[in-house]
Nanobody, 124 residues
Framework: QVQLVESGGGLVQAGGSLRLSCAAS????????MGWFRQAPGKEREFVAA????????RYADSVKGRFTISRDNAKNTTYLQIDSLKPEDTAVYYC?????????????????WGQGTQVTVSS
């Protein structure tokens, strides 16, 4: 069982940066692949980024490549999402998720555990 708590969201101007954090409880955090998803009002929850347990494999949605960076610190049971060059279309609730699969996945169905989300709002 893994419990996830996101933090770091907020209101920023376009072009700004944020660093989201996802703190995980549970002794087996390092065995999980971790992902970030986001959901804008009236839209489906969509994949943003993911990282495997050993940090040598990452995947990104095309819309965020070059602007978002996912990382993790297994010693701190924490996953991060560095968001740079923010755009108004990045406005959404951002969710952290954990997957038991070793292969990094972009599909929501492969993630068994979810946090409550953190709001990111980008003003133009």
């Amino acid at each position: 069982q893994v419990q996830l708590v996101e933090s770091g969201g907020g209101l920023v101007q376009a072009g700004g940066s944020l660093r989201l954090s996802c703190a995980a409880s549970g002794r087996t955090f390092s065995s999980y692949s971790m992902g970030w998803f986001r959901q804008a009002p009236g839209k489906e929850r969509e994949f943003v980024a993911a990282i495997n347990w050993s940090e040598d494999v990452t995947r990104y949605a095309d819309s965020v490549k070059g602007r978002f960076t996912i990382s993790r610190d297994n010693a701190k049971n924490t996953t991060y999402l560095q968001i740079d060059s923010l755009k108004p279309e990045d406005t959404a609730v951002y969710y952290c998720a954990a997957s038991r699969f070793a292969v990094v996945s972009i599909s929501r169905v492969n993630y068994a555990y979810w946090g409550q989300g953190t709001q990111v709002t980008v003003s133009s």
